[in-house]
């Protein structure tokens, strides 16, 4: 059973039972369409209510029906809509908590809708890229009017019941706390015998110069919606329900909403959605392995990383403790949190007495003692394996039994970290990137020993402070870093040959990246790199770099810090400016390496920098460093500005079709440095058998 069925005196009550929010599963929509058949039947029986068991009315579509046949089994959503409208007993839909998506447009096939305050309203499609395909927008503006209705289409945003009070959207708000379906029996009655049915498909739209304000929304929409359809495609199905009849604006938004499906638009923000909630769930371990509570937290160094990561805490209520060496330090650290919270405040993007609650719950120290009872401590020193000793071997010592010692390394071995304790049970990564106050992504390193306990307990404080957890297993740079170190190699190459910076940053942001390599090495230091360079010339000196890089850190261009990188900056700006003594050094470069700089298409420029990613993803997803493909997209799409229309660098790879993605990698292969692109066996494998990194 998935709704239930129950007559109190002569009203009818349909109650949706799908939890946790309802969706309009096939299941649901049947047990649905039967007690609108039963009640259509039964002569006892004079109106029907509709309602939603828990903690919604309906949020929708059931995301579990999603890109499955159910989804057009009978009866469809089309034809619960069409059975509650055509009913000829009147049907009031009795709306609390949730009422979205499909779950609205049900509503609106009722002839009546009594509320309760404080429930969302929305009608969200558009933020997978679709347009509400149920009627939504032909009867939304029917009783909300023209602008209304296309806002809140176009953009998806829920707005509370008791803001649309006063619009045909509600026949009776009731009083906050009271009974809802008792209320709808009362209103149910009351209309009982009211005869013509009032339909909202009969309204007319109301508006003075709809025509105007059409001729306006296409335009500002058209402009904000970037590589989107879907905002454009809303527009163009609201303002059907104007000019066309209404049966012809819902064939019409039949048609759209079928287009848009197919968009690979729609299917990367599907993609995105679907990987978000499966980068939360580990095979081996279940959703009901106990978690270890997380009550107070310490973080060890005050630096770029530490202040960060501290704030996440403070944000989520949890106080915590920041542990320095030197009373200097650990000032710089606190002020520069304390700033932070004043820049959101002038920004008028949080409370003033909200922001000193939260400076409040951080404190600051220089002796383990006083972080020795945290829950978890979180270690951001220097990324030096020597230092990391130190700190672990103190944090074993002094931290209380259970607590979850967790590192924030880049590149360190984990394993190496854990072994420093007695207790590599408790030990973790927990990767944030910067600036950690702000970045969604976590990385969760699991550690060979790291228990599924502290996994269980990562996976769920990632949620509790708002990231998108990523687990990943230990090598050099993760997922992330790891993929973006041949990201970089390429791009390093790209100058080498014959492009200079502002062409591959202009390259790679017109497909979409948030920042192209340079830019992004300006904004991060490009003495980070250096250090890592130098570090792997030892490590592994067979792996070639580029020597630009090394070039521009010798004469201390470290980037916006600096005041001059791969670009010059004006003091104040952060606008990159093109420097001619940057293009100099790279044209002699290659002059000195005996190169003919060649031109190099922008083509060129996307495929290099973004197979080199997927190659390497191929790699990472091989030896279960992520544990399926949708993972490294999310890492991408959260952590590192990869364009979300595209889904993420092994979804593209997937759109574009892995034997085209492979024969490039062959061909670059042939190429300059090309020992960087020995094609990934999993490529090789997935593409030779017709297959993708997604199934
Ligand atoms: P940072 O140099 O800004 O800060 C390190 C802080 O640790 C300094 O304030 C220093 O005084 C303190 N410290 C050093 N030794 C200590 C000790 N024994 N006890 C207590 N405090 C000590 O470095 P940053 O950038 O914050 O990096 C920290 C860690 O985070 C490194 O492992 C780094 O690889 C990692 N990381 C850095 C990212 C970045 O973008 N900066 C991104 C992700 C991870």
């Not at 005869?195 to 105007?212: I, N, T």
């Not at 984990?414 to 969604?440: C, E, W, Y």
């Not at 060979?448 to 404080?461: F, N, S």
């Not at 700006?573 to 420097?579: C, E, I, K, L, V």
Request: a neutral charge; charged letters at 25%; hydrophobic letters at 45%.
């Amino acid at each position: 059973m998935s709704a239930d069925y129950q007559v109190i005196d002569d009203v009818a009550v349909i109650t949706l039972n799908n939890p946790p929010v309802n969706g309009l599963g096939l299941a649901t929509r049947t047990a649905a369409v039967e007690g609108l058949n039963r009640a259509a039947a039964d002569p006892a029986v004079k109106a029907i209510v509709i309602t939603g068991a828990g903690k919604a009315f309906s949020g929708g579509a059931d995301i579990r029906e999603f890109n499955s046949p159910k989804a057009l089994t009978e009866p469809t959503l089309h034809t619960l809509i069409r059975t509650v409208e055509n009913s000829e007993k009147p049907v009031v839909a009795a709306i609390h908590t949730v009422c979205m998506g499909g779950g609205l447009e049900l509503a609106l096939g009722a002839n009546y809708r009594v509320a309760l305050p404080g429930a969302q309203i929305a009608l969200p499609e558009v933020k997978l890229g679709l347009l509400p395909g149920a009627g939504g927008t032909q009867r939304l503006p029917r009783v909300l009017g023209l602008e209304t209705a296309l806002n809140m289409i176009v953009t998806g945003t829920p707005v509370l019941s008791e803001k649309l009070a006063g619009t045909l959207l509600f026949d009776e708000l009731l009083p906050a706390g009271s009974d809802l379906v008792a209320g709808a029996i009362a209103f149910a009655r009351r209309v009982a015998d009211v005869r013509p049915l009032p339909k909202v498909r009969e309204r007319q739209v109301d508006h003075p110069d709809a025509a105007g304000f059409l001729a306006a929304a296409r335009a500002r929409v058209k402009a904000e919606a970037g590589p989107f359809p879907a905002p454009v495609e809303c527009v163009e199905t609201v303002a059907a329900s104007v000019e066309k009849p209404f049966e012809d604006g819902l064939t019409f938004e039949r048609e759209r909403f079928i287009h848009l499906t197919q968009t690979t638009e729609s299917k990367a923000l599907r993609h995105a959605f679907f990987a978000e909630r499966a980068a939360s769930k580990v095979p081996d371990v279940p959703s009901d392995t106990p978690v270890r509570e997380i009550r107070s937290a310490a973080v060890v160094g005050a630096g770029t990383m530490g202040g960060g990561i501290a704030m996440n805490f403070a944000n989520a209520g949890i106080p915590v403790t920041i542990l320095e060496t030197k009373q200097d330090a650990l000032d710089k650290g606190l002020a520069t949190i304390r700033k932070n919270y004043e820049n959101t405040v002038r920004k008028g993007k949080l409370a003033a007495d909200k922001a000193e609650q939260r400076v409040g719950l951080i404190r600051g120290t220089l002796d383990y003692a006083d972080i020795a009872q945290a829950d978890i401590v979180i270690e951001a020193v220097f990324e030096d394996m020597g230092v990391k000793e130190t700190v672990f071997r103190q944090l074993d010592a002094t931290m209380k039994p259970g607590a979850i010692l967790a590192s924030n390394t880049s590149t360190l071995d984990l394993n190496r970290i854990a072994a420093l304790t007695s207790r590599p049970q408790d030990v973790i990564g927990l990767h944030f990137f910067s600036p950690a106050n702000v970045m969604k992504l976590l990385e969760i390193v699991r550690g060979a020993e790291t228990g599924k306990d502290v996994l269980a307990t990562a996976l769920a404080l990632a949620k509790k402070i708002k990231k998108t957890g990523v687990v990943a297993g230990v090598c050099d740079g993760f997922i992330g870093n790891r993929m973006v170190e041949q990201y970089i190699r390429q791009a390093g190459f790209l100058l080498d040959e014959g492009a200079l910076p502002q062409q591959v940053d202009a390259a790679i942001e017109k497909f979409g990246f948030a920042m192209g390599p340079f830019r992004m090495g300006d904004l991060a230091g490009n003495d980070v790199g250096w250090y890592i360079r130098k570090r792997r010339a030892v490590e592994s000196p067979d792996v070639k770099y580029s020597k630009t890089a090394d070039l521009l850190c010798e004469q201390g261009r470290f980037g916006q810090k600096t005041g001059a990188g791969w670009y010059d900056y004006q003091a104040g700006d952060r606008t990159p400016r093109p420097s001619p003594w940057v293009d100099e050094m790279i044209v002699k470069h290659s002059h000195d390496l005996g190169i003919n700089r060649r031109a190099i298409s922008d083509e060129e420029i996307v495929e290099r920098l973004v197979y080199a990613l997927v190659n390497e993803g191929a790699r990472i997803l091989e030896e279960g460093i992520a544990l399926r493909a949708s993972d490294i997209d999310m890492v991408y799409l959260s952590g590192y500005g990869f364009p979300l229309f595209r889904g993420g660098p092994m979804f593209y790879a997937d759109t574009v079709g892995l034997p085209a993605v492979l024969a490039a990698v062959e061909k670059y292969a042939r190429g300059y440095h090309g020992e960087a692109w020995a094609p990934a066996p999993l490529l090789v494998r997935l593409a030779g058998a017709g297959k993708t990194f997604n199934g």
